[in-house]
């Protein structure tokens, strides 16, 4: 259920990025298409798909309606929602090394 419930939370992300640059993705459209896009990012020859995943949105969002330019445009933003929500597990994990136990 845990997988399930990412999966479409990822794939609401990626709506929401999309409306936020004026691309409004009906629910059925951003379920068959966003997958298509994100998959890409699982190919390991960029950095957290970026580059991949842009190109991917260009070509598949104009069957949506969309421009390609609108397309790059939502995964980008998308790419920084997602840079900038990991950003706390950094400072977590800065936080946990600067951090040492006292030896007894």
Known sequence: ??????????IAAF????AAVGVMLAPATAMVLVPLI????LIPITVSGWGLREGATAVLLPLAGAT???GFAASVAFG???LLSALPGVV?????TVAKP???
Request: charged content about 5%.
């Open 38 to 41: 994100l998959f890409t990012m």
């Open 92 to 96: 977590v994990a800065g936080l946990a």
């Open 102 to 104: 006292v030896s007894p």
């Open 80 to 82: 920084l929602v997602v």
């Open 15 to 18: 709506a929401c990025c999309a």
């Open 1 to 10: 259920m845990l997988s399930i419930g990412t999966v479409v939370l990822n």
């Open 68 to 70: 390609a330019a609108e």
